[in-house]
């Protein structure tokens, strides 16, 4: 059997005036006129978003950046389960549990680093979570920055944001 | 031999076993908490729930004895309700603390859930009777009372197997729990197995505690070196980092238990590994490479032996090292450099407590391996530490990190006597401080071989991961020094090592790594 | 001051205002491409470069980016030869800065007695100079894609010594009308021929007597200069950079200059041969004259200021059209810019000097 054949039309036999191409460039030139003009006029119909100072909006369910949340006494609501490094498909979450000075919550993490360099933001550890304690709702990337360190981010930047 | 018909299948049994075993061995699994094939019958959990023809009531599996012509079904709807009813019951003050439960991932509560439960929890949260957390009640083991379901196992265990009773239950209803009597912690060396056989999170390991998650962790079939008792175990690890070691069910050695004592060695596989070769040059340490170190020993021995006589070269062997490279090390001493300066010590440093139950007095796993073998112990290893005191030796090779129970001082005194010593050893040690020149070798969870315990059980231990740093098998340390003074050995593998000893000596004719296995293997005497 | 010494003073300082205006144009003309490059497709360009806050819609970059140019690593890559590779630049822009010295920027002016021309140097050989030191240009471009030792820059080397030698030749031969016409290859006397009238109506522009060699040599102009439509050496999608791949800081901010210099003397050129220079449309030594007899008088400073204006004004706008045609034109293809300058190009300009010889002859029998 063979496969679809789709027909495309051919373009059409230029005219002579057209082959002058003398007239069409002149056309060209206007509508492109136009639009400069049109910009200088009306400069808020330029669809660009100036980057830092206006942020696209994102999506409600956009994962990005992740956080940790705290408690109301301000410390980690992660009681290091280790289950988002578990679900992580990447590996790049490191937790270190250890003895929490809050007897009530028992084992907390001492460590709890994200490469942010190999986090393939599929949202696992945010569904993996029993304690809600990560979250991916802060709505933005990861910014760039200009060594690796400085990609890992820590217990204490990812409870900041 | 009575008949039992189990879901349609028929199974004969000897007289006196109960339906949960009869059932174990035609592969059908009866749930349950409060039995543990090494303790007494206490039928309490009620987990274990079947239904037996002619009963008017559904049946605990484990105390009940199987008759001739009885049928039995476990897959019925009633049981199946049942034992959904005692589970919800179980979990009803159960704080569902899995996150920062270490039991997690190894929990009966969590396995038989997922199989007879998932029930919705018709107990609203705050009505949860809330008992006291993280005891310590001595031992190795944490208490967390709100986890506990009481089973009783461990109660069972401090009165039938240690026989000293600590914990026991009290208060009523909701309200019970089990506990320690005021002011009396844990005082056995036994602790430890209370966190092993505790079905869920109320009883766990002290060292374990938040290390890591058990599901991370692979295991492996091992010895424990702590004493020459060989307790089997499984050695639990990730990456290359040894995190517990658990007791491997044995019934001629230990068979479900193990010391605390021995649950701790593990961490010397982990803690100050010799993980490069190095040589010492003016007291200052100058990493070497394998490939210049090991030519040099073996040029050192073999030139001390030529020129000054065989007699002022020595070997001391450890009780630490496995048959197989005591074996080739005795070759190495006798054939190859032809010295009669061969000798190890049992002895270490400490009180050698024993008791009558699994700690033996000898602190090494392979004593009694190294005397099979013809290694001397005793008056000779005493005779050679003088003959090395008076300056009577030139070329020293030592196995081990330590010399039995001289001190570090005593150690560096004694080797100041020889002008080379050469070590294989895993750990920094008082011997690794001394010797002229340190060989790294792998611990016993980086190679493979055999101990022989006190009794004489050959027991293998496995490979579990390759070694850190640089370490390497002594095995194959030996093999090369052995071929650098012209043994021309072709051993690769302890495996052919062992088969070359079980030909030549005496003792373990005709044993194979086959015929050893899982358990272990009798000397003929 | 004494004769000699204020023709020297004349000199300096026409050549330093001149090459200011060049040079200031080319910086501004940077900006316009950018700016003018974001609104016609509908983005804002940049506006980010500021000084004390104040952005003046990225007027500073030109500056940010010149300051970057001048203090970024000079790199000589190891494959390419050290003094031609160096040289090429230089042999890029020196070709481009000669242009400007026959340009007549405005009327003789009288300033103490004196009648200075508002121009470099009056040739009589006038716009031949321009295609002798406008053709040299190609050896910048086809040394820099050689010397760079890599095979892009050699490619595009190529491709535009090609391309140049065959625009030469027509954009030389569409002139030839003009100087049949004008009677002159002087750039003044062309210049003062276009202040007549034609038919008593239309100013006699070089556009009005001479519209197909208008057409070919603006053609021939931007292939010249390797603009947009005819930027084949550069062809970003195939070639990477062309023949400046290699180049980078101060020498390849020489090339960049060097095409903005020759987008403004092209414009300068177009607007002196086509468009009347400096001349304004009916606008006389005395003031305006309309057709049909309408006159208003004007001071004699007005008219000098309106005349300078009127060639800035005509500058500025071939500048822009350079960028007009850029962002409205895809690029040729290389077999069409050929066919384009050889099957077309050539046999029309042929044909413009057959026309123009015969409309000549008919009018002047």
Request: proline letters at 5%.
């Given at each position: 059997?063979t496969?679809g054949?789709?027909?495309?039309?051919r373009?059409?036999?230029m005219?002579?005036p057209e082959?002058?191409y003398?007239?069409?460039i002149v056309?060209?030139l206007g509508?492109?006129?136009?639009?400069?003009?049109?910009?200088?006029?009306?400069?808020e119909?330029?669809?660009?978003?100036?980057?830092p100072?206006?942020r696209?909006p994102?999506p409600?369910?956009f994962?990005g950046k992740?956080r940790?949340?705290?408690?109301?006494n301000?410390a980690?609501?992660?009681?290091?389960?280790y289950c988002?490094?578990t679900?992580?498909p990447?590996?790049?979450?490191t937790?270190?549990?250890?003895?929490?000075?809050?007897?009530?919550?028992e084992?907390?993490?001492?460590r709890?680093?994200?490469?942010m360099?190999?986090?393939?933001f599929?949202?696992?550890c945010?569904?993996?979570?029993?304690?809600?304690?990560i979250r991916?709702?802060t709505g933005w990337?990861?910014?760039?920055?200009?060594?690796r360190e400085?990609?890992i981010?820590?217990?204490d930047?990812?409870?900041e944001? | 031999?009575?008949?039992?018909?189990?879901?349609?299948?028929?199974?004969?049994?000897?007289?006196g076993?109960?339906i949960l075993d009869?059932?174990?061995?035609v592969?059908?699994?009866?749930p349950?908490?409060?039995y543990?094939?090494?303790?007494?019958?206490?039928?309490n959990?009620?987990?274990?729930?079947?239904?037996?023809?002619k009963?008017?009531?559904?049946?605990?599996a484990?105390?009940?004895?199987?008759?001739?012509g009885m049928?039995?079904?476990?897959?019925t709807?009633k049981?199946?309700k049942?034992v959904?009813?005692v589970?919800?019951?179980?979990?009803?003050?159960h704080?569902?603390?899995?996150p920062?439960?270490d039991?997690?991932?190894?929990c009966?509560?969590?396995?038989?859930?997922?199989?007879?439960g998932?029930?919705?929890?018709?107990y609203a949260?705050?009505?949860?009777v809330?008992k006291k957390?993280?005891?310590?009640?001595?031992?190795?083991?944490?208490l967390d009372a709100?986890?506990?379901?009481?089973?009783?196992?461990?109660?069972r265990?401090?009165?039938?197997?240690?026989g000293?009773?600590e914990l026991?239950f009290?208060?009523?209803?909701?309200?019970?729990?089990?506990?320690?009597?005021?002011g009396?912690p844990?005082?056995?060396n036994y602790?430890?197995?209370?966190a092993d056989?505790?079905?869920?999170?109320?009883?766990?390991?002290?060292?374990?505690?938040?290390?890591?998650?058990?599901?991370l962790?692979?295991?492996?079939?091992s010895?424990?070196?702590g004493?020459?008792?060989?307790c089997?175990?499984?050695?639990?690890?990730?990456?290359?980092?040894?995190?517990?070691l658990?007791?491997?069910?044995?019934d001629?050695?230990?068979?479900?238990?193990?010391?605390?004592?021995g649950?701790?060695?593990?961490?010397?596989?982990?803690?100050?590994?010799?993980?490069?070769?190095?040589?010492?040059?003016?007291?200052?340490?100058?990493?070497?490479?394998?490939g210049?170190l090991?030519?040099?020993v073996?040029f050192?021995?073999?030139?001390t032996?030529?020129?000054s006589?065989?007699?002022?070269?020595?070997?001391?062997?450890?009780?630490?090292?496995s048959?197989e490279e005591l074996?080739l090390?005795?070759?190495?001493?006798t054939?190859?450099?032809?010295t009669?300066?061969?000798?190890?010590?049992h002895?270490?440093a400490?009180d050698?407590f024993a008791?009558?139950?699994l700690i033996q007095?000898d602190?090494?796993?392979?004593?009694?391996?190294a005397q099979?073998?013809?290694?001397p112990?005793g008056a000779?290893?005493?005779a050679?530490v003088s003959k090395?005191?008076a300056?009577?030796?030139?070329?020293l090779?030592v196995f081990?990190n330590?010399?039995?129970?001289?001190?570090?001082?005593?150690?560096?005194?004694?080797?100041?006597?020889?002008?080379?010593?050469?070590?294989?050893g895993?750990?920094e040690g008082?011997?690794?401080?001394?010797a002229?020149?340190?060989?790294?070798s792998?611990?016993?969870?980086e190679r493979g071989?055999?101990f022989?315990?006190?009794v004489g059980?050959v027991?293998?231990?496995?490979?579990?991961f390759?070694a850190?740093?640089k370490?390497?098998?002594?095995?194959?340390?030996?093999?090369?020094?052995g071929?650098r003074l012209?043994?021309?050995?072709s051993?690769?593998?302890?495996a052919?090592v062992?088969?070359?000893?079980?030909?030549?000596?005496a003792p373990?004719?005709?044993?194979?790594?086959d015929s050893?296995g899982?358990?272990?293997?009798e000397?003929?005497? | 001051m004494?004769?000699?010494l204020?023709d020297?003073a004349v000199?300096?300082?026409?050549i330093?205002v001149?090459?200011a205006?060049c040079?200031?144009?080319v910086?501004?003309?940077?900006?316009?491409?950018?700016?003018?490059?974001?609104?016609?497709?509908?983005?804002?360009?940049p506006n980010?470069?500021?000084?004390?806050?104040?952005?003046a819609?990225g007027?500073?970059?030109?500056?940010?980016?010149a300051?970057?140019f001048l203090?970024?690593?000079?790199?000589?890559?190891?494959?390419?030869?050290r003094?031609?590779?160096?040289?090429?630049?230089?042999?890029?822009l020196?070709?481009?800065i000669?242009g400007?010295?026959?340009?007549?920027?405005?009327?003789?002016?009288?300033v103490?007695?004196r009648?200075?021309a508002?121009?470099?140097?009056?040739?009589?050989?006038?716009?031949?100079?321009?295609?002798?030191?406008?053709g040299?240009?190609?050896y910048?471009?086809?040394?820099?894609g050689?010397?760079?030792g890599?095979?892009?820059?050699l490619?595009?080397?190529?491709?535009?010594s090609a391309?140049?030698?065959s625009?030469?030749?027509s954009?030389?031969?569409?002139?030839?009308?003009?100087?049949?016409?004008?009677e002159?290859?002087?750039m003044?006397?062309?210049?003062?021929?276009q202040g007549?009238l034609?038919?008593?109506v239309l100013?006699?522009?070089g556009v009005f007597?001479q519209?197909?060699?208008?057409?070919?040599?603006?053609?021939?102009?931007?292939?010249e200069?390797?603009?947009?439509p005819?930027d084949l050496?550069?062809?970003?999608?195939?070639?990477?950079?062309?023949?400046h791949?290699e180049?980078?800081?101060?020498?390849?901010?020489?090339?960049?200059?060097?095409?903005y210099?020759h987008?403004v003397?092209g414009?300068?050129?177009?607007?002196?041969?086509?468009?009347?220079?400096?001349?304004?449309?009916y606008?006389?030594?005395?003031?305006?004259?309309?057709?049909?007899?309408?006159?208003?008088?004007?001071?004699?400073?007005?008219?000098?200021?309106?005349?300078?204006g009127?060639?800035?004004?005509?500058?500025?706008?071939?500048?822009?059209?350079?960028?007009?045609v850029r962002?409205?034109?895809?690029r040729f293809?290389y077999?069409?810019?050929m066919r384009?300058?050889w099957?077309?190009?050539?046999?029309?300009s042929?044909?413009?000097?057959?026309?123009?010889?015969l409309?000549?002859l008919?009018?002047?029998?």
């Open positions: 059997m496969i054949v789709i027909k495309v039309a373009p059409r036999e005219s002579f082959s002058l003398l007239l069409e056309k060209g509508v492109t006129m136009g639009h400069l003009l049109s910009n200088i006029v009306r400069q119909g330029i669809k660009t978003i100036e980057y100072e206006v696209r994102m409600p369910r994962r992740h940790l949340m705290k408690r109301e301000g980690p609501r992660c009681v290091a389960c988002c490094s679900a992580c990447a590996k790049c979450i937790i270190v549990a250890g003895e929490s000075p809050d007897p009530a919550v084992k907390y993490p001492v709890f680093d994200i490469d360099l190999r986090c393939v599929c949202g696992m945010v569904e993996a979570c029993p304690c809600d304690a991916m709702d990337f990861t910014p760039p920055d200009d060594t400085k990609l981010f820590t217990i930047t990812l409870l944001k | 031999m009575p008949t039992l018909t189990l879901n349609g299948m028929t199974v004969d049994v000897p007289p076993t109960s009869a059932a174990k061995q592969g059908v699994e009866i349950h908490y409060c543990h094939p090494k303790l007494s019958v206490a039928g959990c009620r987990m274990c729930l079947v239904e037996i023809e009963f008017p009531k559904l049946q605990t484990c105390s009940t004895v199987v008759n001739d049928v039995v079904r476990t897959d709807e049981v199946r049942a959904t009813g589970l919800e019951l179980m979990l009803i003050h704080p569902i603390d899995c920062i439960c039991q997690a991932g190894e009966g509560l969590q396995d038989y859930y997922m199989k007879f998932l029930h919705k929890s018709r949260l705050e009505d949860k809330h957390k993280v005891q310590d009640i001595g031992g190795q083991v944490v709100e986890r506990c379901i009481l089973c009783s196992r461990c109660v265990f401090l009165a039938e197997v240690t000293t009773r026991d009290f208060n009523r209803g909701d309200h019970s729990e089990i506990s320690i009597f005021p009396k844990l005082d056995n602790t430890g197995n209370l056989i505790c079905p869920v999170g109320a009883l766990t390991s002290k060292d374990f505690r938040f290390r890591c998650r058990v599901w962790l692979k295991a492996f079939d010895i424990c070196t004493c020459s008792k060989g089997n175990v499984d050695a639990h690890f990730k990456g290359d980092i040894l995190y517990r658990k007791p491997r069910w044995n001629a050695v230990n068979q479900a238990w193990m010391c605390d004592f649950r701790l060695t593990y961490k010397e596989m982990n803690e100050a590994r010799l993980l490069t070769p190095f040589v010492r040059e003016e007291g200052a340490r100058k990493v070497a490479a394998w210049s090991l030519p040099d073996a050192r021995l073999k030139a032996a030529d020129k006589g065989a007699d002022r070269v020595a070997v001391i062997a450890s009780p630490q090292s048959n074996y090390l005795r070759r190495l001493a054939e190859l450099l032809g009669k300066n061969l000798a190890f010590t002895r270490v400490g050698g008791d009558d139950f007095a602190k090494n796993p392979n004593s009694r391996g099979l073998l013809g290694i112990d000779v290893f005493d050679l090395i005191s300056g009577g030796i030139d070329a090779l081990g330590v010399l039995g129970a001289l001190s570090e001082e005593e150690t560096a005194a004694l080797l100041a006597n020889v002008p080379f010593v050469a070590q294989v895993t750990n008082p011997v690794s401080k001394a002229t020149a340190v060989l790294p792998a611990s016993v969870a071989g055999t022989t315990s006190h059980r027991q293998r231990f496995r490979f579990g390759p850190r740093g370490a390497k098998n002594p095995v194959e340390i030996l093999v090369s020094l071929n012209g043994a021309g050995w051993f690769a593998g302890e052919s062992f088969r070359a000893l079980a030909e030549s000596e373990f004719a005709g044993m194979s790594y050893i899982m358990l272990g293997q000397i003929k005497t | 004494t004769g000699p204020f020297i000199t300096v300082a026409r330093a001149f090459f205006f040079f200031g144009l910086v501004v003309m940077t900006w316009v491409e950018r700016k003018g490059a974001a609104y016609i497709q509908d983005r804002r360009g980010r470069a500021d000084i004390f806050g104040i952005r819609w007027l500073f970059h030109p500056l940010a980016d300051l970057k203090f970024k690593e000079d790199f000589i890559p190891d494959n390419a030869h003094l031609f590779y160096q040289m090429a630049p230089m042999f890029s020196a070709p481009a000669l400007i010295a026959i340009i007549p920027f405005g009327p003789d002016v009288t103490m007695g009648t200075i508002l121009q470099i140097a009056d040739l009589n050989v006038g716009i031949l100079y321009l295609f002798a030191v406008s040299m240009t190609v910048g471009v086809v040394l820099a050689w010397a760079s890599s095979k892009y820059p490619l595009g080397g190529l491709r535009s391309q140049m030698l625009y030469e030749v954009m030389g031969l569409s002139l030839i009308g003009i100087f049949m016409v004008f002159s290859v002087r003044s006397q062309i210049v003062a021929g007549g034609l038919f008593g100013p006699k522009w007597v519209p197909l060699g208008f057409i070919l040599f603006l053609v021939a102009q931007y292939a200069a390797n603009r947009t005819f050496p550069e062809g970003e999608s195939e070639l990477v950079a062309g023949y791949t180049y980078a800081s101060f020498k390849f901010s020489m090339f960049m200059m060097a095409e210099l987008m003397v414009a300068a050129v177009v607007a002196t041969l086509f468009f009347g220079g400096w001349q304004f449309p606008l006389g030594d005395a003031g305006f004259l309309f057709p049909g007899g309408f006159a208003v008088a004007v001071p004699p400073a007005l008219v000098l200021l309106l005349r300078i009127s060639f800035v004004a005509k500058v500025l706008f071939f500048a822009w059209l350079y960028v007009w962002w409205t034109i895809p293809r077999d069409q810019v384009l300058g099957k077309v190009m050539l046999p029309l042929l044909l413009n000097i057959f026309a123009t010889g409309i000549l008919l009018l002047n029998r």
